[in-house]
């Protein structure tokens, strides 16, 4: 028995090692790029025989990329305000009132999941444009957060269904209501799986490019994922310049997670009881 589970625990750290040399792989050569000169044309897996810093003082110096990092701050912030206010009162009710139109509401967001954003870019972009909302902050924060709501709806309502209802009794026996029910009994203990939507709906919004390219037209509104992009063009392409830019916009989130990986992993397994 014992010889079986030491061999199991030797499998398990193997796959966990392979799945970590497959995830780590990609940013292995982000970092090789970013400290190698232009005329460096081994393999792109070789390490640099020096450490080349002019991509980075390049970078720095041009200042575009700090400039984008505040604005994604600024639309991420504004963003999960909306995704985590919205979502998590509106799967309270879901949660709590079990009937055949919040059944169906469910469904409904579960369908909206299921879109690709691709789909409907057109019709977005033509009554953002219609409403003024092109190049500001609270258009592409409207349009991140409308797309994130429904999953951080989900999440919600599965962590609150593991929420005793008789906390909820025990409050109305009280006199409270079911907004100060919420507020004072069910938001304290929505902690973990706000973080995790956090997380996810934050690294989504942080990477997008899709809809900040059409939206966000200006330049000094660019994100990260615009200024990455500025570095290739049909002509020529700067790999290393783009690799360092790519490097100091992810080391917000990467910081982040490892802030917040705790509770990360706590929600993300008490939003999937259910």
Not at 34 to 47: I, Y
Not at 123 to 138: D, K, N, Q
Not at 202 to 218: A, D, P
Request: charged share 10%.
């Amino acid at each position: 028995m014992k010889k079986k589970k030491s061999r199991d625990n030797i499998v398990s750290w193997i796959l966990s090692a392979f799945l970590c040399l497959v995830y780590l792989f990609p940013f292995y050569i982000i970092l090789m790029l970013s400290f190698k000169p232009k005329t460096d044309l081994r393999s792109r897996l070789a390490l640099p025989d020096s450490l080349y810093l002019d991509h980075y003082i390049a970078v720095l110096k041009n200042g575009q990329i700090l400039l984008a990092i505040k604005n994604n701050v600024i639309i991420i912030i504004g963003s999960l305000l909306v995704i985590v206010v919205v979502g998590s009162l509106a799967a309270y009710p879901l949660a709590r009132v079990q009937s055949k139109w919040n059944e169906w509401i469910r469904k409904v967001f579960m369908g909206i999941m299921m879109i690709t954003p691709l789909t409907v870019l057109v019709g977005v972009y033509s009554i953002l444009s219609r409403i003024g909302a092109i190049s500001t902050y609270w258009g592409i924060i409207l349009i991140l957060s409308t797309f994130g709501v429904p999953m951080s709806v989900y999440l919600y309502a599965n962590f609150i269904a593991t929420i005793p209802v008789e906390l909820d009794e025990a409050a109305a026996i009280d006199g409270a209501g079911h907004l100060a029910t919420f507020f004072h009994v069910i938001l304290p203990q929505l902690k973990p799986v706000t973080v995790t939507v956090i997380i996810m709906q934050g690294v989504n919004i942080w990477n997008n490019y899709l809809f900040t390219h059409y939206v966000l037209q200006k330049k000094t509104m660019f994100t990260v994922t615009q200024v990455v992009s500025g570095y290739f063009s049909t002509t020529s392409s700067d790999y290393g310049g783009a690799a360092a830019v790519a490097v100091i916009g992810m080391l917000p989130v990467v910081v982040l997670y490892l802030c917040l990986q705790k509770y990360f992993v706590q929600g993300a397994m008490d939003s999937a009881v259910k």
